[in-house]
């Protein structure tokens, strides 16, 4: 599985910004998709996921509200957009597929795109 992901760039706060990702290679129509990112200088963290038929989706607490977690499972494709941006959600985001949530709520996934830079300025 390949996942490029498009979309990232420079914002101003409480812009919005829209983050795609493109899979190719073994279908991943039913498997669970999501977003993770990783702060400079931060561990990288779970930001949103989505299960195969959209019924289920999960949001880290910081992101809940502004973000909005898509995909069209028949183009093996997923959406991230982020509205009223901060600071502090300046990080490379990246599209991963196949998660699993482990205990508390900590997440894993098999596959990841090689990241997109978002860069939210005050």
């Known amino acids: 599985v390949q996942l490029v992901e498009s979309g990232g760039g420079v914002v101003q706060v409480g812009d919005s910004l829209r983050l795609s990702c493109a899979s190719s290679g073994r279908s991943i129509g039913r498997s669970t998709v999501g977003w993770f990112r990783q702060a400079p200088g931060k561990e990288r963290e779970f930001v949103a996921s989505?299960?195969?038929?959209?019924?289920?989706?999960y949001y880290a607490e910081s992101v809940k509200g502004r973000f909005t977690i898509s995909r069209d499972s028949a183009k093996g494709t997923t959406s991230l957009e982020m509205n009223d941006l901060k600071a502090e959600d300046t990080a490379i985001y990246f599209c991963a597929a196949d998660l699993r949530r482990g205990s508390g709520n900590t997440w894993y996934a098999q596959y990841w795109g090689q990241g997109s830079q978002v860069t939210v300025s005050s």
């Open positions: 989505i299960n195969w038929v959209g019924a289920s989706r």
